[in-house]
């Protein structure tokens, strides 16, 4: 036999039963959406390399350290696999002048790609949900993008406060950044000694970067550095405090964490995280903020936006965790269909059933034939199926098909006519 394949490592693939939960899941944000007025978009895996180096920041983790990136082999291009979804958007929205006509929400869902180290909860490749406002500079949107969030959780059965808790920060404006960047350089280069190499790379580069580091010989350097928040002007602060008061008044609990900053280059004013403790050091579930800056920094206008972006893996293994048991879901009918002399007349009327929206399975041929009635009753049964559709030779004589009832402990049959299918399709089909 031939050597066989495996997938590349940290990239998975999702099979049933467990894709269930994630059809389950996408249902549940695609309805969300409708909700709250965001049209999906769907832009390219495949990015230009500047398009991240210069839209995320040269001096962030994912560009220095994660980035898929490769030269095509076909034109000398350097190209990218998309690490998240807001560069690609932003760029989407600038090349189409698609805001010539006002302000626009819209979502996203999709792979993104990040060379890192794969554990539970972080993969090379992972999915995120991504959602923008673009356009709309004032607080009531970032506040409206935080609700919707809860709303999902809600929606998914998560306990605010108990399985996800918001925190929220505001990262200022460039000049307030400035001054802070001056005191933080101050700061760090007192603590030099303690300084790992990366963050000893972007003292002078990146400061703000360092107080995101994860290593835990640099955290009481980092919990004690001068904080952004005290460098923040009037307008800053009037912005922070109005989201406040929008999430106060819906009775949202948060913490304000003044070392929260994000990954990317690209957020101002307000950012936030949603993050849970049961997923253990993988704890942040959704990440977004406000990035007034980068559709200028990408060659477009200047343009406020705000936005989140979600991993629907680290959520989902969330849900494993606390939320619903989701069952994959069961056909209405099962086709029992013992001579296969019956098989134009059954797949026929399975056809109609089905374009009469009733969900029927049968059971196929396989090696050993397609098996007695009997067996079939049994794979019917095992299917979790309300209804088994007998296509016997006495019945078909008669130009009908005995209806079976399966899961109210009847056994009732009844004869349904095979030439008014849509008659009594419905009669088949669950109420849940
Ligand atoms: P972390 O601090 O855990 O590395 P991040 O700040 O890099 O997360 P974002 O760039 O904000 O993450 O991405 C948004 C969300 O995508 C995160 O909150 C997380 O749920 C998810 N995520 C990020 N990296 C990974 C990964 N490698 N595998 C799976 N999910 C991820
Ligand atoms: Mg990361």
């Not at 460098?231 to 929260?260: K, M």
């Not at 079976?404 to 009844?414: A, N, P």
Request: aromatic share 6%; glycine share 10%.
């Amino acid at each position: 036999m031939a050597e066989k394949l495996t997938a590349v490592k940290g990239m998975n693939d999702i099979l049933p039963p467990e894709s269930a939960r994630w059809e389950w899941f996408e249902d549940k944000v695609r309805a969300l959406m409708r909700r709250y007025g965001y049209a999906n978009v769907r832009t390219p895996v495949v990015e230009p390399t500047a398009l991240f180096v210069r839209g995320l920041g040269e001096v962030t983790d994912i560009v220095e350290k994660e980035m898929y990136s490769f030269t095509d082999s076909m034109n000398g291009d350097q190209l990218t696999l998309r690490p998240e979804a807001t560069a690609g958007i932003v760029r989407a929205m600038v090349e189409h002048n698609a805001l010539y006509n006002g302000p626009l929400r819209v979502w996203t869902m999709g792979a993104v790609f990040r060379h890192e180290r794969p554990q539970k909860g972080r993969y090379r490749q992972f999915h995120q949900i991504d959602v923008e406002a673009l356009g709309y500079c004032g607080p009531d949107v970032d506040a409206e993008q935080i609700l919707m969030c809860r709303a999902l959780w809600q929606e998914l059965g998560l306990v605010e406060g108990e399985d996800v808790r918001l925190e929220i920060n505001s990262l200022g404006q460039a000049d307030e950044r400035r001054q802070h960047r001056e005191a933080l350089i101050a700061h760090f280069e007192a603590h030099a000694s303690v300084l790992d190499e990366d963050a000893r790379r972007r003292l002078h580069s990146n400061p703000l970067r360092i107080l995101d580091s994860k290593n835990p010989a640099m955290q009481s350097i980092v919990e004690s550095a001068p904080q952004l928040m005290s460098f923040l002007g009037e307008a800053s602060l009037a912005h922070l405090n109005a989201v406040r008061a929008i999430l106060d008044a819906a009775g949202l609990a948060y913490r304000v964490n003044p070392r929260l900053v994000r990954g990317m280059d690209y957020y101002n004013l307000t950012v936030f995280e949603w993050v849970t403790d049961k997923l253990g050091s993988q704890g942040t579930v959704c990440g977004g903020g406000r990035y007034d800056g980068l559709f200028e920094q990408l060659g477009g206008k200047p343009t406020p936006a705000v936005g989140w972006g979600l991993g629907v893996e680290r959520l989902l293994l969330l849900l494993e965790a606390v939320g619903p048991v989701i069952a994959p879901p069961v056909p209405d009918a099962y086709a029992v269909i013992p001579d296969a002399a019956a098989l134009p007349v059954a797949m026929c009327t399975l056809q109609a059933l089905r374009a009469a929206g009733v969900n029927v399975q049968m059971h196929a041929g396989t090696g050993e034939g397609r098996g007695s009635m009997k067996s079939q009753l049994k794979k019917a049964d095992a299917s979790g199926a309300r209804h088994a559709l007998i296509f016997g030779a006495d019945e078909l004589a008669q130009n009908l098909v005995a209806v079976k009832s399966l899961r109210d402990g009847s056994g009732q049959q009844v004869m349904q006519p095979l030439a008014d299918v849509s008659g009594w399709a419905a009669t088949l089909q669950s109420l849940t």
